[in-house]
C-alpha cells in the first residue's frame, strides 16, 4: 500500500526516527520528556503516551507540544494487549499532512521496550520508521530495591542503547558510581548519562542513531497471556469533583501501602482552588504540587495508583482517599473499580 501527502507518496519520504523511552514506574520518563520537548530543538516532535491504568495522566502532564502531537494510548500495555492501538496510531501521524520530524514513545512503567520495538518493525510501518534508540531511564535512588522485587527494572536496562541515571540530587556521587558500573555490567554498549530531573541535552537524547537491531529476538515477542508482567500488576483510580483537604492527602499519600510502587494524578484542593495541583508518589516520596490554573476547565481529581497485584485493599484506599475530601457531603464519584480500572480483564478483584 503506498499512502500520499502533500504530493508525495509515503514509501518515497524519508524514514523518521523513534525513540522509545522506557524505564520503571517512577523514574522520571515524564520528566526527560518535558525537558527535552521545552528545549528550543526546532523540530517537530509528535509523542505518544502509554499509561498502563484507564486514565492517562502523563499525557495530561506532557507539556510544551501542541496537544494533537500527543498521542494517548491509555488502559494497556503497548507491549502486549494494545499494540494494535500503538500501530494504528502511528499510521495515523504518518498519515499527518505535516509529518513530525521525530517519534517519542514514552511507554509504561512496567513494558517491555523490545516488544514496542518489534511493534516498528511490523512491514506497515518498517519502510517508514527508523528506530533510533531505546532510551531507559533509571531512579538513581530506588534501583537497587526495585530490581530486587521486579524482574522487568533489568530487562528493561538490558533492552536500552542509552540509560539515563535520572534523580542524582538524591544520592552521594559513590552511589551514582556503583549503579554506573552495575548498569555497564548489563548492557556494557549502552550510553550511559547521569541526570537530574532529566536534564539531557536533545542533541544527546535524539538522533543518536544507536539503536541496536540484534538486540530484537528471532521470533515475534509473546502474546499477552504468557506475559509476566500482565499477572503482577494492577491498577486502580480515584476520580472526583470534589475538592482535597490539602494536609488530609498529603497525610494519606505517605501512608500507603507498600505494595503500591506509584500514585499520580491531578486535584482539586480546597486551600487552591483556582490551580490544579499534581500529586506525584514513587516509593515512599509524596508530594502535592501547585500547576497550572483551571482557567475554563471545572476543576476535578483523578487519582492513580498502581501495584503488584491483589496485593492492596481498593476498599480501604477509597476510604482512606474519601476522607480526604474537603466537602462535608463527602458525595463519591468512583464507588467501585470499574471494569476498566482494572488493566486487563482477568484482574478483576
Ligand atoms: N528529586 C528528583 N525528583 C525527580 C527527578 N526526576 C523526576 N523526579 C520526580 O519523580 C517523580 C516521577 O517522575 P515522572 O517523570 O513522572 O516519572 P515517570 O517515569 O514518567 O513515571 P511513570 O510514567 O508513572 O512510570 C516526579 O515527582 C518527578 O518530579 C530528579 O532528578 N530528582
Redesign the pocket.
Known sequence: MTRCFEGVSMSEAPAIPMTILT????????????RLLREAHGRKIAVLVN?FGAIN??AQ?VVGIERNDIVNLANGCICCTIREDLLTATLALLDRAERPDAIIV?A??ISDPLAIAWTFRSPALRPHITLDAIVA?V?AERIYEQREQVMQVVDQIAAADMVVI?????VPPLHIHAVMTWIQSIVPRARIVA????DVPVQVLLGSGIYRIALLPNQEVPEPHTHHHDHEWQTWHYQTTQPFHLRRLQHALHHLPPSIF?A?GIVALAEAPDRQAIV?V?GN?A?VQLSTPWGLTSPYSQLVV?GQRKRFDVVALRQQFHACLASGDHELCDQRPSANAWSHPDQAP
Open positions: 524505564g520503571f514506574l517512577g523514574a522520571g520518563k515524564t520528566t526527560v520528556l518535558n499509561d495522566i502523563d502532564l514514552e509504561s512503567g531511564v531512579d535520572n534523580k542524582i540530587d538524591l541526570a537530574e530531573y532529566g506509584r499520580k506525584q514513587v516520596r508530594s498502581i
